[in-house]
């Protein structure tokens, strides 16, 4: 039977979102200017400590608790923020409670002029990833299909990389900014594509006849980690982009999952049970030596991020029943950066 759009909205943004979160309500206020200056680190989250949900900042030993507000229209955020130091801007993603779509914003650190940079009404678009030459943006758009787009960073002359029947997530850049690391099932089951950003040279790197997904292209461009069912259970894969020497790097009974290259390159993040989790887990490169950071908080999926040094890793856990955001280091013991009253979770480490 032919899908309804509501019906692709609805599975489509729960694969799609980059951090599963539920709705936040952006308020009309503006923050004072952030007292951050470039290159300096900070970590994003949600809490509902006010009540309602909004988006925070700290510093990474969990001080300076600020709340972050846009100034937006009465909207529903579908995920974090995505920072874009090309630009010293935010991309936001967020659903029009009023028009039942969703559009891409680009705002100042300060919350102040928002550009509305799609404004196409009955389209969901979201997932908003910036070049690293800071000249165009890919996103996702949910209308008959979910298709992967690209545009000119002030919005203009979208296009779409594919006109296929088929469903196109999770855009990644290639270092050189011309390529683009995507989830397909244009061959049927999703695995994953390299494609040019203009369309072109659409090309199945892992072709597996399992489902493959959470894929995470390294810093040098040059392989792809992802997971995939193809062995019967879930394990963690890394194949060059060109396709060539895929390798199963957990071949584990248990579920690993969401591998996530660390920024040097040298290490790989993945949850996985094994221990009777969820938990976390860093390897090498190779698929040697992994080792359980975690242990004993129930992980949550809301948002796994690395540090920029490559050091230590943020996450969500639930702790008596609320949710908590920790800090773990490859040497160095759990840190609650939180312990509030209230759920926070879904942390971004950024680097301004």
Known sequence: MKETLRSIVVIGLAAILAVACRPASPTQTVSPTLAISAGQEAILFFSEREGDQHLYLMTPDGSGVQRLDFELPPATFFDLPCWAPQLDKFLVSV???????????????????????????????????????????????????LDVKVMDVNGHNPIKITNLPTREIAPQWFPDSHRLLLVSNLEGTPNIYTVQWDGTG?????????????PSLSSD???????????????????????????????????????????????????????GGPDIF????????????????????????????SQQLLFTALVNDQLEIFVVGLNTPLVNLTQNAADDFAPLWIRF
Not at 103 to 109: F, G, K
Not at 122 to 144: C, K, M, R, W
Not at 202 to 208: A, D
């Open 282 to 309: 860093v390897m090498q490169a190779d698929g040697s030596t992994a080792v359980n950071l975690t242990k004993s908080p129930e992980v949550d999926e809301r948002g796994i991020s690395w540090s920029p040094d």
């Open 221 to 275: 461009g040059r392989r792809v980690v992802f997971h995939s069912d193809r062995a019967g259970n879930a394990d963690i894969f890394v194949v060059d982009v060109d396709g060539q020497n895929l390798v199963n790097l957990t071949q584990n009974p248990s579920a690993d999952t969401e591998p996530l290259w660390s920024p040097d390159g040298t290490k790989i993040m993945f949850r996985s049970d094994r221990d």
């Open 95 to 145: 659903a029009n409670q009023t028009r039942s779509d969703s559009d891409i914003y680009l705002v100042e650190r300060n919350g102040r002029n928002p550009i509305n940079l799609t404004n196409n009404p009955g389209s969901f678009e979201t997932n908003p990833v910036i070049s690293p030459d800071g000249q165009h943006i890919a996103y996702v758009a949910v209308e008959l299909d």
């Open 202 to 214: 659409l090309t199945n790197i892992s072709k597996g006849p399992g489902e493959d997904s959470s």
